[in-house]
């Protein structure tokens, strides 16, 4: 089995493939609505781009099925007295 990985930094992108995202929560042992992609579109709809927040969603896929989602989102953060370093 060959497992390709994509990061997706486009939220338009991500919400181009929620039927993907919802097929591969409803095969999940945790499928809950807060990891549905209606729950976390709308979160980053209001919250994501606040306090610079960038997405990085973690895609595997095996051809054209995805077989695993991390939806992160990364910034910069910074400790005084100015040493920035990012976070996920």
Aim: proline share 5%; aromatic share 10%; charged share 25%.
């Amino acid at each position: 089995m060959r497992l390709d990985l994509e990061v997706i930094s486009d939220f338009e992108e991500l919400s181009a493939n929620s039927e993907s995202w919802r097929r591969l929560l409803a095969h999940s042992a945790d499928d809950q609505p807060t990891l549905s992609p209606a729950w976390l579109e709308s979160w980053w709809k209001v919250f994501g781009k606040a306090g610079g927040r960038e997405l990085s969603a973690v895609v595997l896929r095996e051809g054209d099925r995805w077989v695993a989602l991390a939806p992160l989102c990364r910034r910069t953060h910074s400790y005084a007295p100015g040493l920035a370093f990012r976070r996920i």
